[in-house]
Each structure stands twice: as structure tokens, then as C-alpha cells.
Nanobody
């Protein structure tokens, strides 16, 4: 089993920055089917469906939602089984609960979510 623990959310003014972190723990066996594959971040705003923000392959190749390209950067530290999301130039539309996601041989795991609020 894989557990995900997120941190770094909060309240920030428009134009500001935040960095989210998500650490995976549990019965992870790197280099096997029970290692961590894709890791990513999703978000869900009130009244909206959960949407992909960014994800990254084990080799470090990222892809982003169009709405965050050029503002957000996803990265990972495989030695620490941790994924990061650096969010710059934040907008009120970025307000949402952000969820960490990881795929492994155990299936898909989700974090508990961390609130990001962009408001003046």
C-alpha cells in the first residue's frame, strides 16, 4: 500500500507563489512493479470536477494543463518518493483543493488534499 502526505497549501495574494509537497510512504519497492510510477497533482474547485494540473513520469518528464503552463512547475525526487508543485503568478481561479496522486503496482493512491486560496 502507498500513503501520500501533502503539505504547503495556504492563503496567498494574486501574483504570489506557493510550493506544494507530497511524500509517498508505505511498501514501496523502487525498481519493481511496486515502485512509484507517475506522480501528479489534481485540483477541485467548489462546484467543479477534479481536474489534472500536472503530472510527471519517473524519468522526470512533465506535462501540464493549459491553464497552468508557464506558471507552475512539477518536479520529483525519486530517492525521497516526493513530488513538488511550484506555483507562481497565482490567480484567483487557481483556488481549489489540491490533491496529490501516485500510480504504483498497488494501483492509484490519493492524498487527503490541501487547500490553496488565492485572494486579496
Amino acid at each position: 500500500q502507498v500513503q501520500l502526505s501533502e503539505s504547503g497549501g495556504g492563503l496567498v495574494q494574486p501574483g504570489g507563489s506557493l510550493r506544494l509537497s507530497c511524500a509517498a510512504s508505505g511498501s514501496i519497492a523502487s525498481g519493481t512493479i511496486f515502485g512509484i510510477g507517475y506522480m501528479g497533482w489534481y485540483r477541485q474547485a467548489p462546484g467543479k470536477e477534479r481536474e489534472l494540473v500536472a503530472r510527471i513520469t519517473p524519468a522526470g518528464l512533465p506535462n501540464y494543463a493549459d491553464s497552468v503552463k508557464g506558471r507552475f512547475t512539477i518536479s520529483r525526487d525519486n530517492a525521497k518518493n516526493t513530488v513538488y508543485l511550484q506555483m507562481n503568478s497565482l490567480k484567483p481561479d487557481d483556488t481549489a483543493v489540491y490533491y496529490c496522486n501516485a500510480v504504483s503496482g498497488y494501483g492509484t493512491s490519493w492524498g487527503q488534499g490541501t487547500q490553496v486560496t488565492v485572494s486579496s
